[in-house]
């Protein structure tokens, strides 16, 4: 079975400063990675999603994050953050199957805080 | 992508009683999928439901309790039956699979 783990449940930042959120998967197979980010009272929006190819993948709203096999983890990034980037953001895997039938595992969640 | 739609989108019910929430999605798909999130917690997979068989529950979760319909390619219910406080969560249905994983806007559901 495959795990999530990002280690910060809580990731307080000021405006326009850098941010980075972890995470940390195990799986005993070949996986595809996830970043949803969830804001107040809404539903799950994805971030961005790696399935192959360049370790670096780009997503909406300026956030980027880089797989790294070795070392087995998916850290998201941002170089300046605004004040609406508070939200929850949940990184998540599934396996790869011929079937393409699998759900999600997710992690428990970050909270990030903007302070002005 | 796909746009899914869920009823109700929030609901009060009393304890003992039981309650369904609908997932229509705007494209014929093969795989749905119906997640719990808990107040303040991560999304927790319950079931996947294909169409013409009988759903798959993950470790935790029983049919008896989360009895889940998938009567076509584009309709799922899920129904959260005997409720109890515990049960307060937000429900997701969700479609795709593998790389592809769109979600629905959830159901807000408080058990007293």
């Known amino acids: 079975a495959q795990s999530v783990t990002q280690l910060d449940s809580q990731v307080p930042v000021f405006e326009e400063a850098p941010v980075e959120l972890r995470c940390n998967y195990s799986s005993s197979v070949s996986v595809y990675l996830f970043w949803y980010v969830q804001y107040p009272n809404q539903g799950l929006q994805l971030l961005l999603k790696y399935l192959s190819g360049s370790t670096l993948v780009k997503g909406i709203n300026g956030f980027e994050a880089e797989f790294n096999k070795s070392q087995t983890s998916f850290h998201l990034r941002k170089p300046s953050v605004h004040i609406s980037d508070t939200a929850e953001y949940f990184c998540a895997v599934s396996i790869l199957s011929g079937g393409g039938a699998d759900g999600l595992t997710f992690g428990k969640g970050t909270h990030l805080i903007i302070q002005p | 992508s796909a746009v899914i739609s869920q009823k109700p989108s929030r609901d009060i019910c009393q304890r003992g009683t039981s309650l369904t929430i609908q997932c229509q999605v705007d494209s014929q798909v093969t795989m749905m999928f119906w997640y719990r999130q808990q107040p303040g917690q991560s999304l927790t997979l319950i079931a996947t439901a294909n169409q013409g068989s009988e759903a798959t529950y993950e470790s935790g979760f029983v049919i008896d309790k989360f009895p889940i319909s998938r009567p076509n390619l584009t309709f799922s219910t899920l129904t959260v039956s005997n409720m109890s406080p515990e049960d307060s969560s937000i429900y997701l249905c969700?479609?795709?699979?593998?790389?592809?994983?769109?979600f629905g806007p959830g159901t807000r559901l408080t058990v007293l």
């Open positions: 969700s479609v795709g699979g593998g790389a592809e994983q769109f």
